[in-house]
């Protein structure tokens, strides 16, 4: 670094990158979003590392397809661009658990972004199994790996300097040379605890570009000037608007920030979907999970298609910059056409394949049962004389309640709803089906398990003898199997059907006329779909489908009656007020 630019080969050299997250795009799309951010003008890629991704128990740290982080380099440096890496550990991203995986959490006594040794023994493992991809791919090996991100947004979180000295110990230890940062938002609490001497500071903001730069020059007096997020767009919560920002008023903040000299990364260039159930949620006394899509209002949008907003900023950046004279093409509109779902079978019909029942004689959580997402069943044995009334200290997240097979409510966290009314003189099978609809990604509740928390009460008494299991609603083997022609079922089921198609492209499943559920697609989780809105669509990238017969497997959990699966020209992302 000099004293007001960074240096790339002695020169001075601006980093004009954008963010996209491996994790949350096809692999066999990464070459086509990696070329569209150069030819937009930018010249450097940035990601996070979502070590909750890679090594969902601990020992196990997978890079295969969608994980493959190292050719994910690979294709950046190809295109002739540098990459900013972004390893955490924790990265909050609106991914589930901010990154952090959540066998962490099992021992109550690991003390997460903090300077404790169980913790910083895990980091420690974490970092070695990434060496081998990051290390020899560093900019003075030959690679594209130009900057690496010491945690993430610290000083809105704690002030434990030992912690960021240790992280940064680790990964010199590894072998990482390149420059280390920091980001923080551009208040002065935020950008002093949330770094140390020794890691340049930078800012996350999406507006009042110079103001902001400003008071980062204060905490940063040399060295180079950077947004290492610069929000162009934001995320959605189920329940809630779908978001989106003035194209000119973000290509004006750009243009400002630019105009400085200062360097930036684009958040998000390209956001992608959270597909299965990787998306986080976000509870400041109100429990808001994220929706599936990650479209993030971004320049490049869900399905990779270049906006509005793509063309105003590539505007803004030729005005500093080199761009391309090369411009991508967007996508033609995707058929529609519509699936009969004609087969199903009733997830009750096959839980004892999708599980392990135990017995306890409490509610355990999801994770107690080693499961850490997804569903888990609870099913206890009552017989209640007069009203019967059950009541749970919290669920975490939504519970559907049947008695004897028969849907009697929903306990929701999103409403602070704990109890409901069962009929008078109970006497039979209670089940409690649990969704975790996504952990927390930001602030003091990362880590908490999911399932029923606490004691379940049934008459103001409490509930014991239970028998409980984490259900893999993805064994479509097991799916299969028990699929029939369809008749008339009330209860949580799956529905399926085939379609041909004359070549793969992408597509997009109209869900509006569903109720809650999750969808795949010859095997891919495209992930979940909620009438509460905004989003009603869900994106179905070509590399998934394949020329001929197609199948696709609806988990519809309210039981709404039979439709037809719909897919639509576009993205339907949802109202953007009330």
Not at 30 to 47: C, F, H, P, S, Y
Not at 298 to 304: C, F, I, T, V, Y
Not at 560 to 570: I, K, L, S
């Amino acid at each position: 670094m000099g004293d007001e630019d960074f240096l790339l080969d002695g020169r001075p050299h601006r980093i004009l990158s954008g963010a996209l997250h491996y994790f949350r795009v096809h692999p066999d799309q990464w070459a086509d979003r990696i070329r569209k951010a150069r030819l937009m003008g930018l010249n450097t890629i940035e990601t996070y590392v979502a070590w909750n991704a890679h090594a969902p128990e601990r020992g196990v740290f997978d890079t295969s397809g969608g994980l493959d982080l190292g050719r994910f380099l690979d294709l950046i440096a190809a295109e002739g661009m540098h990459a900013i890496v972004r390893p955490g550990p924790y990265i909050c991203a609106e991914w589930t658990n901010g990154g952090l995986p959540a066998w962490l959490f099992q021992d109550p006594s690991v003390g997460v972004r903090s300077f404790e040794p169980q913790y910083l023994a895990a980091i420690e493992e974490y970092l070695q199994a990434l060496a081998p991809i990051l290390v020899p791919r560093q900019i003075d090996r030959g690679g594209p790996i130009v900057l690496v991100q010491i945690e993430n947004e610290y000083g809105a979180y704690g002030d434990d300097a030992r912690y960021l000295e240790r992280l940064v110990e680790l990964n010199r230890a590894i072998g990482l040379t390149v420059p280390f940062t920091t980001v923080d938002q551009p208040t002065a609490e935020m950008l002093e605890a949330g770094s140390i001497p020794g890691l340049h500071k930078t800012a996350s903001f999406g507006s009042r570009s110079l103001e902001r730069l400003a008071t980062l020059r204060t905490h940063q007096p040399d060295g180079p000037l950077m947004c290492s997020e610069f929000w162009d767009g934001w995320f959605d919560h189920w329940g809630a608007h779908h978001h989106t920002t003035d194209v000119s008023q973000a290509a004006g903040e750009l243009d400002d920030l630019l105009a400085t000299g200062a360097s930036v990364n684009l958040y998000m260039f390209h956001g992608g979907t959270n597909f299965g159930f990787t998306n986080g949620a976000n509870d400041k006394g109100v429990f808001q999970p994220l929706v599936t899509s990650y479209d993030y209002d971004a320049p490049l949008d869900e399905a990779g298609n270049p906006t509005a907003k793509y063309w105003a900023m590539r505007d803004v950046i030729a005005q500093y910059a080199p761009v391309p004279e090369e411009r991508p093409s967007a996508g033609s509109p995707a058929p529609r056409f519509e699936v009969e779902l004609d087969r199903a079978a009733a997830l009750f019909d096959v839980v004892e394949s999708l599980g392990t029942f135990t017995a306890h004689d409490h509610p355990p959580t999801m994770d107690e049962l080693g499961q850490y997402e997804g569903f888990i069943l609870y099913r206890a044995e009552i017989d209640c004389v007069g009203p019967a009334v059950l009541e749970v200290d919290e669920v975490r997240d939504r519970a559907q309640v049947f008695f004897e097979g028969d849907g009697i409510g929903v306990l929701a966290r999103t409403h602070h709803v704990h109890s409901l009314s069962l009929p008078r003189d109970a006497r039979g099978t209670v089940d409690l089906l649990v969704e975790d609809q996504g952990r927390v990604n930001y602030g003091s509740r990362i880590g908490e398990p999911k399932g029923l928390i606490g004691a379940v009460r049934l008459c103001g008494e409490p509930l014991g003898r239970w028998r409980a299991a984490g259900l893999d609603v993805g064994r479509l083997d097991v799916v299969r199997r028990a699929l029939r022609p369809v008749a008339p079922i009330s209860g949580p089921s799956y529905r399926a059907g085939t379609f041909s198609l004359d070549e793969s492209r992408d597509l997009f499943l109209d869900t509006s006329g569903w109720g809650k559920g999750v969808v795949w697609v010859n095997g891919f989780s495209l992930g979940r779909y909620w009438s509460a809105g905004p989003q009603r669509s869900l994106y179905v990238p070509a590399p998934v489908l394949r020329a001929g017969e197609n199948e696709i497997i609806v988990l519809e959990l309210n039981g709404v009656p039979h439709r037809p699966a719909v897919f639509t020209e576009g993205l339907e992302l949802g109202h953007t007020e009330f």
